[in-house]
């Protein structure tokens, strides 16, 4: 079964607009997991953007579904993973004046390796946000990481500009990433860009885990309400 992760940042964006409390954070998170997320994912980012430190003790405190937090190569980030234990941890890059996430991990760079080792004593879930090469597949490993999480972002671009060829080659690195990644024991996971269309397109690949999908998801809901879009996305999704 492929898991739905429902990232919940963009519900604190709106909650941040007014430095207010509503919509509330907590109740957010109880809400999708209503719907049928399997994971709440969430980022928290260096700036504090959407997602803060409370915001993150909170919901593991209060929070019965498994939490997926997200968060840069550093040790403040670190520090706050070992305090709280989520189920899963995803390592993301992270530029201070990015809007988005813009690409994968350079993975020769950050000082990965340690970093992982601490999260997996703490019996955490490491996951590493990475653009599809086999090179990359094959470092995740080497630097001890469970998962893989497959940066989409191209791909995403490409399916709705309906640009063919482009599009079926950067389908066909994700889907070679995503067996390789299998075959040496990595959990493949996928996300950034998402939508209804190209998630289902995805979906063809066989060795997919996890789908973790935010802004689409949030950004739908205005018009037709979160239990719509998450069940729909449930639906394509499944196997």
Same mark, same amino acid.
């Given at each position: ?59 593991? +405190? ?5 939490? #997926? ?39 020769? +760079? ?9 999260? +997996? ?42 640009? +063919?060829?482009?599009? #079926? ?9 995503? #067996? ?31 789908? #973790? ?27």
């Amino acid at each position: 079964m492929i898991k739905l992760g429902v990232n919940i940042d963009h519900i604190a964006t709106i909650r941040n607009a007014r430095g207010e409390d509503h919509p509330d954070i907590i109740k957010a998170a109880k809400f999708v997991s209503n719907c049928g997320a399997d994971i709440i994912t969430i980022h928290r980012r260096e700036d504090e953007r959407h997602i803060n430190r409370k915001d993150v003790i909170k919901l593991k +405190k209060k929070i019965s579904k498994p939490i #997926n937090l997200e968060m840069a190569a550093n040790q403040d980030m670190l520090r706050l993973a070992l305090k709280i234990k989520p189920k899963y941890v995803c390592i993301v890059p992270e530029k201070r004046m990015e809007v988005t996430t813009e690409g994968g991990l350079n993975l020769k +760079k950050n000082n990965l390796r340690q970093i992982i080792k601490k999260l +997996k004593s703490s019996k955490i879930e490491v996951s590493l946000f990475v653009d599809p090469s086999i090179s990359n597949i094959k470092l995740a490993k080497k630097l001890g990481a469970d998962s893989v999480e497959i940066h989409t972002g191209k791909f995403a671009k490409l399916f709705k500009l309906k640009k +063919k060829s482009q599009l #079926n080659k950067e389908f066909i690195k994700i889907a070679r990433c995503s #067996n390789l990644g299998k075959k040496i024991n990595l959990n493949i996971k996928m996300g950034h860009g998402l939508d209804y269309d190209s998630t289902k397109y995805l979906c063809k690949i066989k060795e997919v885990c996890e789908f #973790n999908i935010g802004h689409f998801i949030i950004g739908e809901s205005i018009f037709f309400g979160l239990k719509h879009v998450i069940k729909k996305f449930k639906k394509i999704i499944k196997r």
